[in-house]
């Protein structure tokens, strides 16, 4: 099981990417929270079978159909278990 935290910088906001972001991780079996982030970014939470979590940074690499990913930082945590499914956050 694997949790990743990740930054995504690009044209990401105001293209439905949290949407996205939630419709795939659902499909995929992956939980967490995804938000928007006062600077731009988009900031995300993975939690789930290695499989799944890997999908889940393949497609943040590609991202939603208006959107345009320019960077994506990923980082590694301690797998938790605390996500009952996934959610889009509010914006910090």
């Known amino acids: 099981m694997l949790r990743k935290r990740v930054y995504i910088s690009g044209k990401v906001q105001g293209v439905a990417f949290r949407v996205y972001t939630r419709e795939t991780a659902v499909k995929l079996g992956v939980t967490g929270w995804v938000r928007n982030l006062k600077d731009g970014r988009v900031e995300a939470v993975f939690e789930g079978e290695d499989e799944a979590v890997e999908q889940m940074l393949s ?25 009952p499914g996934f959610t889009i956050a509010a914006t910090v």
């Open 59 to 83: 497609w943040c690499r590609e991202g939603s159909p208006h959107s345009r990913v320019e960077k994506i930082e990923v980082i590694d945590e301690p797998y938790r278990g605390e996500f």
